[in-house]
Each structure stands twice: as structure tokens, then as C-alpha cells.
């Protein structure tokens, strides 16, 4: 711990692409980074953080959170089913478990399985944008932000109106081996917004349904959100949300093929927070909040038809405090907190369990001269498990002109093993309640270019994890267990560039392009042969979008290379035409169009060719 607090940094990409409804380079400074104590312009920023604003959103051609992470650089979205069925996130070549998802700051982990963890009743429409922050996040977030964190930013709308939107899709092939029907999927979404000066109240509910792309993979998703935010007065505003989403589906092939053909999975999950922003004074201002999260997860490996075996049920409860502060000083800022966590799982083959965490944070944000900004921080951690541990980290950038920064960090972090790898009894995968918990440590330096119509990003970092856990065997008839596998290394680099033409007041093209490169090496003195995920992650990636507007028309066409560390790589082509008419839009999205053939976990091969129509009315 020492070394890190005495590392001479420099340098780290942060990795931005914020753009408003005039697509203006020049307003990207005013776009704010929501760190749980320190609000910070992204020109500020000296971590590797990346934006999706909401304007890219409504061009990618994508109608679920899942899908819209899918396009973002160094993020693997590894899907067991389609549109947002069943999704698995991570950042820069982590596993599942290691990345951290937050709705407006307040954490959303899945103690029982990160495998729910993306199930949110949160529509697309709502994101005023997504923060994706890279590295160890520990003194920002608190426990499981191991690989990095994605920050789920709502709207405020100020306007009152309403929102119904349909679509329709198929791939046209039909199910050969069951009904003979044709694949389909539809959805109806409606919203309303009440936007008056002083308070602004959204709620939002749709329903999807598909009969699938291949045999036992249909689905149906039910969602609904509310959101209120009112300032009392200048000094003082408060923010609620809740939300219910009910996700049934086919899971063929999802976690024990080619066994679990008829395999079919329930999750419903519930989500509430309610949190504040208090002005004591001028300079002292404090943000209590307070969380509740509820998950159920009905699996049924012989389907409906036996629901006397192979049936697995999970009740999950978490309920989490916190309460932030930042102090304004002649020289700089400080920012401290205190969060309390317990989580508990009701279970048909992990038990009965329960865990308590507190967490402590401090950090102090200062610029030594006019060009020189430093964060340094620590996140002091309780564990009703694994007692006491401390994650301390430090940012810093030099601005050697207005458009080029360099940026750079040390950081440490951690991950808790969930109730499944401690706990977890079935015939065919082992819980092991001796798990240590993963820690890691990162360095980083890179550098960030912006100037008018051109902004470029490029970071290198250095990543080890200790203790890390998989899921390892001997051989096929050996039952899956749950170890801290040895260590795993990761060399790494991101390269991000997006460009501009204006061709008039109301023609312009853009063009991203991004790319990352992770090269890891695992040290173990293990003997099994055998692992779940830790060869799955990605080698090389690829994302690239060009898209042009002109007036209320648009064209996107998206790019997705992925090549993993085995498996064969694979080129994913999606485009989105959209035609605006008044408050009136209609779409057409055309996805995997030059029918690929891929895998993103195990043996489940996702959709061919999908095609998808669609209308929307927005008043607000």
C-alpha cells in the first residue's frame, strides 16, 4: 500500500463521447461526472471515464440498456439471450462479478448471482447518460468495483408530455423444431412526464414478447419505473425512483447445455432508492440515501413440465445507507462518507445466509498550480466476512495546452464472492465457503487530445488481481467448484477517436472509432483443466459508428469486431434509420446484418439476421 501512495502518476485516457442536441464539441466541458462526493466537469476528469449521452442512445440501433452497452469501447457484453434478456457485463478483460452498475450513484449488486444484475426496469428513453469509469474504483464506489463502473445518469425533464412508442421484429426464419411458427418479437412502451420548475415526475411501463429466434428461447418482459425529483429551494432537492420488472424466458443452452434444451428462468426484481442533496453552508454540502433491492430467480431446468426437480428458487433481499459530504476549502475540496450494506439470500441450493458491510471513504481533490489537478483518496471497508481491508488510490493530469492533457492513476480495489460461489449446492456445480475475496491493483497513464471537431483518447494500464475466483474442474465427470484460481495479469490499451463534419447549419457526419487490446497471463499453481470464464474474455475489440443527420433524419451504422482469447472472432453489423416528423419518429433497425454466426457464452449462438420496425411519439 505504501507504493501507491508515494507512485509519481501521470496519464490516462479519458474516454469521451458527449454529445448534445447540436452535436457541439465545444459543450462537452459542461457535462458533469456524478462521483458519489465530488461532482467534476468531464475536462476535470482525471480518470479514464467514457459517456453515452442520450443523444447517442436514440441513434444506436438498440431499444434495451444491454444493447446500448454492446457499442461501448473496452465494455464485454456477453448475452445468453437476446434484447435484454440475460446479459453479463465487465470492463477491460474482468470477470462478470467484478464491474460495478449504479442507478443515479446508488449501487446495484446482485449478491445472490451478477448474472441479474442487468435486469433493471429502467427504459432507454429515461438515461440522460451512462458514465462508463475504467480501473479500480474502490475510493469512489466501495466494494465490487473491481474492473471499473457504469453509472446510470436518469433525466430531469422540464417539459410535460407523453411517450408511446411500438415496434415489431422477426428474423424470418421459422422454429423447425417445435411450433413451425415464425420468429417474432414486439413491444408497446407508454410514459408520461410531469416537468414543472421546482419538481419533475416521469413513470414508464412496457411489455415485450417474442417467441424467440431458435428453439425455447421466447420471452416476455413486463417493466415499470417512476421517477420524482423536487428542489424545495435552492439549497435543498430530493430524488426518488422506483421500479418492478417481471422477466420470463426460455434459457436453452444458458447453463448446462445440451441438457437444459427445455430450460425456462423467471427474475423478478425489484428496485427503490430515495436520496438528497443538502447546501448546509456555501461551502459544506451533504447527500444521505438509501437503497432496497429485491430479486427473485425462478429456474426450472426441465421447464414447466417437472417442477418437483431440477428446480432452483432464490429470494435476495439487500438494503444499503449512505450518507456523503464535501467541505469546499481555500485550497481544493474534501470529500468524505459512510455507507452500511446487509444482504441476505433465501435459497433452495445456496441456504440461508446473511452479510453485513460498512464501508468508510475520504478523499481530498486539490490543483497545486494552474495546470496540475490531483485526487487522492482511500475506501476503509468492513466485512462481516472478511473483516477489515483498505483500497486507496490517487488521480492526477497536467495540462500541457487547453487541448492536450495528460492524465494518469494508481488504484486498488476488491470484490466480495457472491452467496453462489460461497454457498451454491447442485450435482453439478460446488460452492466453496473458504473463498478469499479478489483484490486488485492498477496503473495507468495516457493522454487525452480535444480541439474543435476532433477529440482522441489513448491509455495504457497495468492490472493484477489477486485471489482471483473460477469456476475450475478436473474433467467432465468432476463436478464445477468454486477456487481462487492463482493471479491474473493484464496488460492493456485503448485507443479512442471521434471526428466531425459539419457540411451545414443542418448536415453533419460523425465518425467514431475505438479499439482495445488486453493481453493477460494467469499464474496458478492449480492442476485443473478445466475453466468457466476466465478464457472467455476478449483479445481485441473494435467499435465503430458512423452516422449522419440530416435535419430530422438520421442513418447510423455500427461495427463491432470481437476476437476472445479462444473462440473464433466475429464481425457484428448493425444500422438504424430514423425519420422524425414533428414529435412523430419512425425507425427501422437492421441487426447482425450480414447474418453472423457467434457465441458470447458457452454454447448458445445468438440471433441471425434481425429486422426491426418501429414508431414513437414524444410530446415532452
Not at 505504501?2 to 454529445?19: G, H, R
Not at 448475452?79 to 467484478?98: H, K, M, N
Not at 474502490?138 to 417539459?159: E, F, H, Q, V
Amino acid at each position: 500500500m505504501k507504493k501507491l501512495y508515494i507512485a509519481v502518476l501521470t496519464v490516462i485516457c479519458s474516454n469521451f463521447y458527449a454529445q448534445t442536441k447540436k452535436d457541439s464539441i465545444n459543450e462537452m466541458d459542461e457535462v458533469l461526472i456524478n462521483e458519489n462526493r465530488f461532482s467534476t466537469p468531464i475536462s476535470k476528469q482525471n480518470r479514464n471515464v467514457y459517456i453515452i449521452s442520450s443523444e447517442t442512445i436514440k441513434k444506436l440501433p438498440g431499444r434495451t440498456l444491454q444493447e446500448v452497452l454492446q457499442y461501448a469501447n473496452g465494455v464485454d457484453i456477453r448475452q445468453r439471450g437476446p434484447f435484454g434478456t440475460q446479459a453479463d457485463i465487465s470492463v477491460d478483460g474482468g470477470s462478470f462479478e467484478q464491474t460495478v452498475v449504479l442507478l443515479n450513484g446508488a449501487k446495484v449488486i446482485d449478491s445472490q448471482t451478477a448474472h441479474n444484475m442487468l435486469n433493471l426496469p429502467l427504459p432507454v428513453e429515461v438515461i440522460e447518460r451512462i458514465e462508463v469509469v475504467r480501473g479500480p474504483a474502490a475510493r469512489i464506489y466501495g466494494i465490487n468495483s473491481l474492473t471499473g463502473a457504469i453509472n446510470i445518469i436518469t433525466k430531469k425533464p422540464k417539459d410535460s408530455g407523453f411517450l408511446v412508442s411500438t415496434y415489431a421484429g422477426s428474423n424470418f426464419e421459422k422454429d423447425t423444431q417445435d411450433s413451425g411458427d415464425t420468429f417474432y418479437g414486439t413491444g408497446i412502451q407508454a410514459g408520461a412526464v410531469l416537468g414543472k420548475e421546482k419538481q419533475q415526475h416521469l413513470i414508464f411501463a412496457s411489455h415485450d414478447k417474442s417467441n424467440g429466434y431458435r428453439y425455447n428461447t421466447a420471452f416476455e418482459n413486463n417493466k415499470i419505473f417512476y421517477q420524482g425529483n423536487v428542489q424545495i429551494n435552492d439549497n435543498n432537492e430530493i430524488l426518488g425512483s422506483a421500479g418492478y420488472i417481471n422477466n420470463g424466458f426460455g434459457a436453452n443452452g444458458f447453463y448446462a447445455a445440451p441438457g437444459d434444451i427445455n430450460s425456462t428462468e423467471i427474475v423478478q426484481t425489484t428496485f427503490a432508492n430515495i436520496q438528497s442533496k443538502h447546501s448546509i453552508t456555501d461551502s459544506w454540502k451533504i447527500m444521505p440515501r438509501v437503497t432496497y433491492r429485491y430479486n427473485y430467480d425462478d429456474y426450472r431446468y426441465l421447464g414447466n413440465s417437472n417442477l418437483t426437480v431440477g428446480r432452483s428458487q432464490h429470494y435476495t433481499n439487500s438494503i444499503a445507507a449512505e450518507l456523503n459530504s464535501t467541505v469546499k476549502l481555500s485550497k481544493g475540496e474534501i470529500g468524505f462518507g459512510a455507507e452500511f450494506r446487509n444482504e441476505d439470500i433465501h435459497s433452495s441450493n445456496i441456504g440461508d445466509h446473511d452479510r453485513e458491510n460498512v464501508g468508510l471513504y475520504a478523499e481530498y481533490r486539490t490543483s497545486f498550480f494552474e495546470k496540475l489537478d490531483i485526487n487522492l483518496g482511500t475506501y476503509l471497508n468492513y466485512n462481516s466476512d472478511y473483516k477489515w481491508q483498505i483500497y486507496p488510490g490517487i488521480d492526477a493530469s497536467y495540462a500541457i495546452t487547453n487541448e492536450f492533457k495528460i492524465i494518469g492513476n494508481v488504484g486498488t480495489s476488491q470484490r466480495i464472492p457472491s452467496f453462489t460461489d460461497l454457498y451454491l449446492k447442485q450435482t453439478g456445480n460446488i460452492g466453496n465457503s473458504d473463498l478469499d475475496s479478489e483484490n486488485a491493483f492498477q496503473s495507468e497513464i495516457g493522454f487525452k487530445y480535444n480541439k474543435k471537431a476532433l477529440s482522441f483518447n489513448a491509455n495504457y494500464f497495468y492490472r493484477k488481481i489477486d485471489n482471483y475466483i473460477d469456476w475450475m474442474r478436473n474433467a467432465t465427470t468432476v463436478p464445477w467448484q468454486s477456487q481462487n484460481t492463482g493471479d491474473l495479469n493484464t496488460n492493456g490499451i485503448n485507443l479512442r477517436g471521434n471526428y466531425r463534419f459539419d457540411f451545414s447549419k443542418d448536415s453533419r457526419l460523425n465518425i467514431l472509432l475505438a479499439y482495445t487490446y488486453l493481453d493477460s497471463e494467469f499464474k496458478s499453481s492449480r492442476t485443473e483443466i478445466y475453466s468457466k470464464y476466465l478464457i472467455s474474455s476478449l483479445k481485441h475489440q473494435i467499435t465503430n459508428t458512423i452516422d449522419y443527420q440530416y435535419k430530422d433524419f438520421s442513418i447510423l451504422f455500427a461495427t463491432r469486431f470481437n476476437e476472445r482469447i479462444t473462440g473464433p472472432s466475429y464481425w457484428i453489423n448493425d444500422f438504424r434509420v430514423s425519420q422524425s416528423i414533428h414529435k412523430f419518429t419512425i425507425f427501422l433497425d437492421a441487426q447482425n446484418i450480414f447474418n453472423a454466426t457467434y457465441y458470447e457464452v458457452g454454447a448458445v449462438p445468438l440471433p441471425s439476421r434481425w429486422f426491426t420496425l418501429g414508431v414513437k411519439l414524444v410530446t415532452f
